[in-house]
């Protein structure tokens, strides 16, 4: 039986050295310090994980990413770096759809468990004839699910979706999680900020809980760790820092739309939105809270 291929780039050929020695044992392991190069092998052979470096001379990680997002949808991206660059962040989100954002210096035990874990996607991944153009369920319309204080974001998704989605605007988090009782949404569009209370552990649950849902994050909100967080934890495919012009917003809702469409068709493709826990122990209080609150509330009304 073959081996996995793992993709390892790096500008430091003592980094490739250090990473190949953790995955010598059940991978077939390439390493290369040249982008370029690792653009060829993605095009010429079946790379189930590619774990690139962000601040390379010839390319930036996250480029490379959207690259191979490209040319092997099937292959799972992570980006590992030892800059906590929030330009890298956001185009690791919007361009390269990345799985998980690690941090150097790495622990060993945690890269292995996740590229384990990105690998067992990708065999799955690989086996599935993806249908690029699913068709809409019938009858059935999409619910989004706006949590924004901003009346020009409700708007724009308003004139974007129109009637082909159910469209509800949520101003606060008690809000939120009674629309969210009432029925799963497909795409959430959220600041981070909400009445004056960060939601962030609301995105986290929401994708705990349901895996196909696509998350857009549009805020002026600006801390890199908090987005790794929501990258590693909340798999949100979008992040729009405010002001977000009403075009932009509006293409990227359509691809949200597309995508839920294509996960919900291929439930294989829900493995690719898995999460890490919530690591901030105050954010696990609240979304255990937050869950114990929505079970309730669907209990009373019968969902």
Not at 270 to 296: C, H, W, Y
Request: glycine content about 4%; proline content about 5%; charged content about 25%.
């Amino acid at each position: 039986m073959s081996k996995p291929t793992l993709l390892l780039i790096d500008d430091e050929e003592r980094i490739l050295r250090s990473l190949r020695m953790l995955f010598f044992i059940g991978y077939d392991v390439r390493t290369t310090t040249d982008p370029d190069e690792a653009i060829r092998i993605l095009r010429e052979e079946k790379v189930h994980v590619i774990v690139s470096d962000q601040r390379m001379p010839v390319m930036q990680g996250s480029e490379l990413l959207r690259i191979a997002r490209e040319t092997s949808p099937a292959t799972m991206r992570i980006l590992l770096t030892g800059y906590s660059d929030l330009d890298a962040s956001i185009a690791s989100v919007n361009e390269g759809e990345v799985f998980r954002y690690l941090m150097k210096p790495w622990n060993a035990e945690d890269v292995k468990k996740v590229v384990a874990e990105a690998t067992a996607i990708a065999e799955a991944s690989f086996a599935l004839q993806i249908n690029p153009e699913p068709p809409e369920a019938a009858g059935i319309k999409p619910r989004v699910l706006i949590m924004d204080n901003d009346e020009s974001t409700a708007k724009t998704v308003h004139e974007t979706l129109g009637d082909r989605c159910e469209i509800v605007w949520a101003c606060d988090a008690q809000h939120a999680m009674e629309e969210l009782a009432k029925q799963n949404v497909s795409v959430v569009v959220s600041d981070l900020m909400l009445g004056g209370s960060n939601v962030g552990y609301i995105l986290k649950t929401i994708k705990q809980l349901n895996p196909q849902t696509q998350c857009i994050v549009v805020t002026s909100f600006s801390d890199t760790s908090r987005l790794i967080e929501l990258i590693n934890q909340a798999q949100i495919t979008r992040f729009l820092p405010k002001p977000v012009s009403k075009g932009l917003l509006a293409r990227n809702l359509e691809s949200m739309l597309e995508r839920f469409q294509l996960v919900r068709s291929q439930p294989v493709l829900q493995k690719r939105q898995t999460v890490e826990p919530i690591s901030d122990p105050a954010e696990r209080v609240s979304a255990g809270n937050f869950i114990g609150m929505l079970g309730r509330l669907r209990s009373r009304i019968g969902v």
